[in-house]
């Protein structure tokens, strides 16, 4: 089959809930569109300035995918580009796939080893929610005001609704465009609105090695709730084609109208909170920093 828009290619994507058959391309292409569209909604690129990345490890190749989208859009802004990696046995080799510009400075966020033992019994939601806090505690000179995020739509609702499955309502609103924190950090869900199923194929695409390695060996631990939901999630996509992911998110952001003006912003990792702290941030990084008097985590340098 022929790509749909160009007609010259052999197709090899669908697009997710239309009848587009695209070449990759022309599907390449309208990754990026939508992309820098969300980018241009939050309002962080301006000329000259600082922008970062922050690529999860279970998430790397989809954060690969993102950096390699944002070269292309700092060649009009004249952006420096700063990228954090979450510590991996994959990092070194992520950085010999992607390459190095001399305008781009790259770390490694190390979670000392207690912590790290301890943060990952709280799934996946309390450990980017502790990590997002752990950035928001990086020198600004380094980070800049915007952290952006490789975390496509599927990823979001399911730590938004596995949450209040769990009772823990502070996890609503993860799903937003850009989520602030009291200090001036600034988090944006570059994907938001994009799917998994979208994400996962632009990363295998570009970097097939580090993806299945990815796959593997590095995903999050997820508690029960996030497993339950996960499955709940699966099936109603294989039912509605997808299509349903988009209903919860509607949802979900009616429920953060209702009950939002009764929650705050954890000063921390900016993610809806009933006091100053969210309740991840206060144990894993308030209660830390109180007893040890320095931060939980180490920045390397990979220069």
């Known amino acids: 089959m022929k790509c749909t828009k160009c007609g010259k290619k052999e197709a090899i994507f669908k697009v997710p809930y239309t009848n587009y058959f695209l070449c990759a391309d022309c599907y390449s292409t309208y990754f990026y569109k939508r992309l820098k569209r969300n980018l241009s909604r939050s309002n962080v690129l301006s000329y000259g300035g600082k ?75 309390g450990r980017l929610r502790v990590v997002r806090g752990m950035l928001s505690l990086l020198d600004k000179n380094i980070t800049g005001n915007a952290i952006v995020l490789p975390l496509c739509q599927d990823v979001l609702i399911l730590l938004e609704l596995s949450s209040i499955l769990g009772s823990i309502v502070e996890g609503i609103n993860e799903g937003v465009l850009v989520i602030s924190s009291s200090n001036g950090t600034n988090f944006i869900n570059a994907f938001s609105g994009i799917s998994c199923y979208e994400t996962s194929f632009m990363a295998y695409y570009n970097f097939p090695e580090i993806y299945e390695f990815q796959i593997r060996n590095l995903n999050y631990e997820k508690n029960i709730y996030e497993k339950y939901t996960e499955r709940i999630l699966t099936d109603a996509s294989r039912m509605q084609s997808g299509e349903v992911i988009f209903s919860v998110n509607k949802s979900l952001s009616w429920l953060y109208k209702e009950r939002g003006s009764m929650l705050k912003k954890c000063k921390y990792c900016g993610g809806t909170s009933s006091s100053e702290v969210c309740r991840f941030c206060k144990t894993y990084l308030d209660m830390y920093i109180s007893e040890k008097n320095t931060p939980p985590f180490k920045l390397i340098s990979l220069e």
């Open 51 to 125: 922008l970062s990345v922050f690529v999860p490890r279970s998430f790397t190749a989809e954060g690969l995918v993102l950096i390699k989208i944002l070269r292309q859009i700092e060649r009009k802004y004249n952006n420096k580009l700063t990228v954090i990696f979450e510590s991996s046995p994959i990092v070194r080799k992520s950085l010999s796939v992607l390459g190095k510009l001399p305008s781009e400075v790259f770390y490694s966020l190390e979670i000392v080893d207690d912590e790290e033992k301890d943060i990952s019994h709280e799934g996946m939601l």
